[in-house]
């Protein structure tokens, strides 16, 4: 089975949507899962430096108060407790996450699907959990290194345009799909179809086990 996933490392929902299903196939010991990870931005134009605090970012992105932003945010948080993960959203530096992207099409290119995993969670901790900037160079090395990558090959991504074209096109792939409503945007085997956060029963079923 191959599963394509549309997600953005600024996301909150993907990092447990994608969490929760990676745990489904590991109990499940289904062993001919293929996952493609697809590039997908909430925000193209966030700043490569934080210029707003997710408090901030949620009260202008979803127009809501302070206290309603907040309250939302919780509500977020105990979702994340659920599949094991714990949030520190207040403290989430509000970035783009462009080149984290470019750093995850090299991964596909150049290691094997474990090390792909490894480097698409260790992003999401990253970002919720440790609170560090995506868009940091110096964060992004760190990570790719941690995982096995190669240090001078992640630097010469980094400091260059490669992989922009087909982030970018990743991105428009989906804005462009007449069932796109929300991210993280999941392909099971080219036909069943999930999106956001949803039931483990749904993935089970999407899955077949």
């Known amino acids: 089975m191959e599963i394509k996933i549309w997600g953005d490392f600024a996301c ?3 990092y447990i949507g994608e969490t929760q299903l990676e745990k489904i196939i590991k109990d499940s010991e289904k062993k001919d899962v293929t996952i493609q990870f697809m590039a997908y931005q909430l925000d193209p134009e966030a700043p490569v430096i934080p210029v707003e605090s997710m408090t901030q970012h949620f009260m202008t992105d979803h127009e809501l108060s302070e206290e309603d932003a907040k309250k939302q945010m919780e509500r977020i948080t105990k979702m994340a407790s659920r599949v094991g993960l714990d949030y520190n959203l207040a403290s989430v ?3 783009n996450t462009f080149d984290a992207h470019r750093l995850m099409k090299y991964a596909q290119d150049s290691a094997s699907q474990e090390t792909v995993i490894k480097l698409n969670f260790k992003l999401f901790h990253a970002n919720f959990v440790e609170n560090l900037r995506l868009s940091d160079h110096g964060v992004l090395l760190s990570i790719a290194e941690m995982c096995g990558l190669d240090r001078n090959s992640v630097e010469t991504v980094l400091s260059s345009e490669m992989y922009a074209d087909q982030v970018r096109s990743e991105v428009k792939a989906l804005n462009e799909n007449e069932d796109f409503e ?4 999941m392909v099971f085997d080219e036909d069943t179809i999930l999106q956001g956060v ?3 029963g749904a993935m089970k079923k999407a899955l077949q086990v």
């Open 93 to 95: 530096q509000v970035c």
């Open 198 to 200: 949803v039931s483990p």
């Open 182 to 185: 929300f991210v993280p945007f």
């Open 12 to 14: 909150p929902f993907c």
